[in-house]
DNA sequence: TTACTTTTTGTAATTTTTACAATAAGTATT
DNA sequence: AATACTTATTGTAAAAATTACAAAAAGTAA
């Protein structure tokens, strides 16, 4: 690392503001991006393998460092667009880490987001990095570089949090979903089976999962109704909340 | 804001970490910690007035730069001491504020913190910018710097979703109380009153709040039993949680 | 028509939450 | 010492939510 002139620093006030503007600071702050994908019986998480050092050979999340005209939201939707090619992705921040140590060569401050995506829709040509991308199950982590590990255990202990109280199967499940189908996702975040019934009775609370007139079709069995999401209520009930 | 020179990212790579190490980026990362004050009947957050331009004379949250070889959370931990002279501070990540025009003199991506004190041990004169820092009710808070508050809406949310299950009352209360005083804890945080029999009940569920065979004096009522934090039996509880 | 599969509804036991009351145990006053 | 008063502490019954489990409904397949 670079040495660090401290005089750019002022110390005699404690506010950041009267730093003046063209000090340069030797850090840099990136995002990186936990993306949980949805398909299989396990959950899984995307990674890259990395082809430079440090860490060369280890997987990794994948991120990129944030323009300096950009938000940090908007960063993390930059990268993740890149990375599935779906345009209207739902994430959310988790967490930044800044330990001085979590990377080798430098200062590099990260801020977490995670997002959750119907491994389906997902196409890895669409990303200019995507021959290096693999999901793995959160299960069957492979060693990972830098504080990484940290990131996705931090990543899906919030993902969880989240699964019961907030929507995040919008836009990964089908559009008209069965309540079958909307179980089976719960299942999977949570590693964890639902009795039937009862789940039912749980989302009937849901006032935002609306039952629609349409069944399912060409199943060897007795088709389910298909319920959707009602955006515009659920954003109206967040607002008064 | 001094022009960026692009020419220092590197875009056939999206890793941060194949950036030469010696780049220069003209931002500068700083914290902003919420102090919440426990004591009076609302809940106060302490804010410093500001003596320079910009935002001169208007309220903002006491925080600092990151210096270059410290943690994140040390640097929340050494502001915050500094603020409030108490040593063992709890106090925990919030979100970070990364908007570009956030600032209007230049890029300057923020971490909150938040942390809740008792408002008798708090010692202004021991911070050297103390003679400005004044207690605020989060119900009638001044205008504010910056997106400050933006930060200090979002910290409330969150410490009032720790408050159930998170001890936050713990180094805020005294060392041993009585349950009708954490109730006044429970009750000035979520600004909401609970009923004195259903509050003990759900009090015991909570195992690491133990009952001591030490009683209440010179009160000229009934003395109520003292409980005092078992920190042991709570963090074991958390490792396997 | 029957077997089979899944959806959908129901139900009773259990647990948790809530509202409210009764009792206990001190101090202060007469 | 007796009484009033205040808060602590315990109790209790109704209501609500959760759970385990079963039954009925509605389709396909043979």
Redesign the pocket.
């Given at each position: 690392m670079a040495k660090t002139n401290k005089t750019l620093r002022r110390r005699n006030e404690y506010q950041i503001y009267d730093v003046p503007i063209d000090s340069f600071f030797e850090l840099a702050f990136s995002i990186d991006c936990v993306v949980f994908g949805y398909g299989k019986k396990d959950l899984q998480v995307l990674l890259t393998q990395r082809g430079a050092e440090p860490y060369k050979g280890l997987w990794a999340l994948p991120g990129d460092l944030v323009y300096p005209d950009e938000d940090l939201d908007t960063s993390a939707g930059r990268v993740l667009k890149a990375l599935t090619s779906l345009p209207d992705l739902n994430f959310e921040q988790v967490h930044t880490f800044g330990a001085v140590d979590r990377h080798p060569l430098g200062r590099v401050v990260t801020v977490a987001y995670y997002a959750i995506v119907n491994m389906k829709g997902f196409n890895p040509k669409a990303a200019f990095w995507a021959d290096k991308a693999k999901w793995h199950s959160v299960k069957n982590l492979p060693k990972l570089a830098f504080d990484h590990r940290d990131i996705i255990d931090y990543s899906y202990k919030k993902l969880k949090e989240s699964t019961m109280t907030k929507p995040l199967w919008n836009g990964v499940i089908e559009e008209k979903f069965?309540?079958?189908q909307l179980q089976s996702f719960f299942e999977t975040v949570l590693d964890k089976k639902f009795?039937?019934?009862?789940f039912?009775?749980?989302i009937d609370l849901f006032q935002y999962v609306k039952e629609t007139e349409e069944f399912e079709k060409d199943?060897?069995?007795?088709?389910?109704?298909l319920f959707k999401f009602d955006k515009k209520l659920y954003q109206k009930n967040e607002e008064s909340s």
């Open positions: 069965t309540l079958t009795d039937k019934g009862n039912r009775k749980k199943v060897p069995y007795r088709p389910s109704r």
